[in-house]
């Protein structure tokens, strides 16, 4: 048996991570550590109860105090997802970005080595390379050029978690994975403001000319190579992920659309992100040969799910969408997005 301390268990990757970690090891022991932020929901988590295989603390993970008073066990490894994880948001107001996402992995990274834990492995993102023109995919060997706060917060803490290796010798591991769709993703991310957005009849804003590229993954397929990243990736190692499936956000919107028969005049052009990236690929060759990684599920097959599990769980994201988080959705769009 071992005992896992995951950091954002109660966001999106984290949640669905788990909820598969339990199924494929149901003798690991998980503590699950979220600071419960506007994007960190315990419905995310339904099913999964305490007991001797999980433990939820509500613990912010730049609060080395409170991490050390709340963790009274030992802990073989960390898998580190707790972050501050939507771009928009960090073009309006870095600060939370530079508090979890960089004080926060350098407070786990002392945590850990205290503690003496195994492994560390650090969830990162395919965002730390920057932007790629129309040919050629990220590779590992690839420079980091981040251009958004989101996206140089995760390279700075990546370059912590490199350190870390190279100063002390740790066991870690950095997996960046390309972008993540699937059950329980806040509905700020493109594919769930979408759907959600179709459903109540409201607009959808496309952002400049709709052309940009991101190479999707459903996400139980990156939660397995994190898996694999954990149980086999080599000490000190990037790991890149990715779904094979590099769509426009035009064919994405369309597509959805699609599946629910909604027209597609409830697209609405609204102004681009400022420094949006162009396109994102990923090569994931080296996580093919050295773990077994392949993604499992084509983007037609994921959107189709994708579409049905928020068809089927309208209260989980109407919830969300009547509260705090329509200040921001008002102060990010506008009157825009409200056919
Ligand atoms: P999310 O925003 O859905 O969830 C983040 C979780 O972290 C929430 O539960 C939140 O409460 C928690 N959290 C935030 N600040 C915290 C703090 N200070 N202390 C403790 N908990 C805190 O994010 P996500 O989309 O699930 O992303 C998870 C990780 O995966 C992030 O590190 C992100 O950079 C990375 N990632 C995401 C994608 C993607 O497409 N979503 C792709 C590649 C990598
Ligand atoms: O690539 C991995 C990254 O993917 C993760 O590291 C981030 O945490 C995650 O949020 C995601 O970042 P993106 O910026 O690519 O995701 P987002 O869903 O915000 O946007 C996807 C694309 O859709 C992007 O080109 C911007 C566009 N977009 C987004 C929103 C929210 C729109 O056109 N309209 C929108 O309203």
Not at 33 to 61: K, M, Q, S
Not at 97 to 115: E, P, S, W
Not at 218 to 241: M, P, Q, S, T
Not at 263 to 279: A, Q, T, Y
């Amino acid at each position: 048996m071992s005992t896992i301390l995951v950091t954002g268990g109660a966001g999106f990757i984290g949640s669905n991570w788990v909820r598969l970690r339990r199924e494929t090891h149901p003798d690991d022991r998980i503590l699950n550590v979220d600071l419960l932020t506007y994007a960190g929901n315990l419905e995310n988590l339904e099913g999964i109860d305490e007991g001797p295989g999980y433990r939820f603390l509500r613990i912010d993970v730049a609060d080395r105090q409170a991490l050390e008073e709340a963790v009274d066990e030992p802990v073989d490894a960390v898998v580190h997802f707790a972050a501050e994880s939507h771009v928009d948001r960090s073009i309006e107001d870095a600060s939370a970005f530079l508090r979890t996402n960089v004080i926060g992995t350098q407070t786990l990274l002392d945590f850990a080595r205290a503690r003496g834990v195994r492994r560390m492995v650090q969830v990162s993102t395919d965002e730390v390379y920057g932007s790629l023109g129309d040919e050629g995919k990220f590779t590992e060997m690839t420079s980091l050029a981040p251009n958004s706060p989101y996206s140089a917060s995760k390279a700075a803490a990546d370059m912590l978690v490199r350190a870390a290796h190279e100063t002390h010798g740790m066991d870690v591991v950095i997996t960046r994975c390309s972008n993540n769709y699937g059950p329980y993703q806040f509905p700020e991310k493109l594919i769930p403001l979408m759907i959600s957005n179709a459903l109540e009849g409201r607009a959808l804003p496309v952002y400049g000319d709709g052309l940009n590229v991101r190479d999707w993954i459903w996400v139980e397929d990156h939660c397995r190579g994190i898996d694999l990243a954990l149980d086999k990736g080599r000490a000190g190692e990037v790991y890149n992920f990715g779904g094979d499936a590099e769509r426009t956000n035009l064919d994405v919107v369309r597509g959805i659309l699609a599946l629910l028969g909604k027209p597609d005049s409830l697209i609405e052009f609204v102004e681009d992100r400022k420094g949006h990236d162009r396109r994102y690929a990923i090569d994931f060759s080296k996580a093919a040969r050295e773990l077994g990684f392949a993604p499992t599920v084509s983007f037609e097959g994921g959107l189709e799910r994708c579409v049905q599990w928020y068809r089927d769980h309208d209260s989980w994201w109407r919830r969300i969408k009547s509260g705090e988080y329509m200040n921001w959705y008002e102060t990010m769009y506008g009157d825009r997005g409200d056919a």
